[in-house]
């Protein structure tokens, strides 16, 4: 399986270019959502989401242990996407308020570890991930923003090292980062 890689900014159309990745490839597709309906904005949004996808897929809701899905989901299914590492990451602090770094630099070792043993278990279809680009703003100003912050910052760095293709997409367009 390939591992492709898409971060950007909110809004910036990561998911939607996610969703046209997926295309490439045939068979069938699950959609790992990590976002959680916790208020009626975000309610909102996962809806959004399910309308985009028009029922095309089989959803598996899962907010932090997305390792377990992926194992499971690549012996059934062609192409997963997963959407958002950077919800994932947040749900993972929300269930620790300020997690050990060892912790969490763990998981993202684990989830690193998961994508590259199913890239062996397929010799075709994709596994589709996508994050938020954080760093690209002002600096925080209290220790919880920063450090998530930084946390982000590895995964990204993390995830795109095992990646087959990674991309920036800003303003509905994507930009290939590797080649």
């Known amino acids: 399986m390939k591992i492709v890689f898409i971060t950007g900014g909110a809004k910036s159309g990561k998911s939607t270019f996610a969703l ?9 597709r699950a959609y790992v959502a990590t976002a959680q309906a916790l208020d009626d904005e975000m309610t909102q949004r996962i809806e959004a989401h399910q309308k985009e996808r028009n029922g095309n897929w089989d959803t598996v809701e899962e907010p932090v242990n997305i390792y377990k899905s992926i194992t499971e989901l690549v012996t059934t299914y ?13 749900n993972m602090i929300l269930t620790e308020p300020e997690p050990a770094k060892d912790k969490i630099y763990d998981a993202f070792l684990k989830l690193t570890e998961t994508l590259t043993t ?8 994709a596994i589709i991930l996508v ?6 703003s002002i600096v925080p100003d209290n220790r919880l923003a920063r450090l998530f912050r930084d946390y982000v910052g590895v995964l990204n760095q993390r995830v795109a090292a095992v990646s087959d293709e990674a991309y920036l997409v800003v303003s509905g367009l994507p930009l290939r980062l590797n080649s």
Do not use: F, H, M
Request: glycine fraction near 12%; aromatic fraction near 6%; proline fraction near 3%.
């Open 20 to 28: 046209k990745t997926a295309e490439r490839y045939g068979g069938k």
């Open 78 to 90: 062609e192409v997963i996407v997963v959407d958002c590492l950077t919800l994932w990451l947040t």
């Open 118 to 125: 199913a890239k062996q278990t397929k010799p075709d279809g």
């Open 131 to 136: 994050s938020n680009e954080v760093g690209l």
